[in-house]
């Protein structure tokens, strides 16, 4: 199986930039598709970026352009950098893995493994 640990959130100021982090253990093909998803209170999960065992990247268009979705393969571990960041990107951010392989945006249904959270809370 696979385990995940999200670290990096916190708080950032408008315009700010945080990285998440997500470290990874477990066999590799249960890490065909990795993503991001957030959760702000009252409102659904939605998914932020996804990235493929070819690395091939989506993203929400809320965010393309200023998120970037990458793994680093030798150390086990997912990255979310986010740039510029907006009051409303304010939410509980996961990651989340599967073995299936995956292309363009996935539903969070689609994963079978989750990290527990990471707070990201963006001020004015």
């Known amino acids: 199986q696979v385990q995940l640990a999200e670290s990096g959130g916190g708080s950032a100021q408008s315009g700010g930039s945080l990285r998440l982090s997500c470290a990874a253990s477990g066999l590799t093909h249960y890490r065909t598709c990795m993503g991001w998803f957030r959760q702000a209170p009252g409102k659904e999960r939605e998914g932020v970026a996804i990235i493929n065992v070819d690395g091939i990247t989506s993203y929400a268009e809320s965010v393309k352009g200023r998120f970037t979705i990458s793994q680093d393969n030798a150390k086990n571990t997912l990255y979310l950098q986010m740039n510029s960041l907006k009051p409303e990107d304010t939410a509980m951010y996961y990651c989340?893995?599967?073995?299936?392989?995956?292309?363009?945006?996935?539903?969070?249904?689609?994963?079978?493994?989750w990290g527990q959270g990471t707070q990201v809370t963006v001020s004015s």
């Open positions: 989340a893995s599967d073995r299936f392989y995956c292309s363009g945006m996935t539903e969070s249904g689609q994963f079978r493994y």
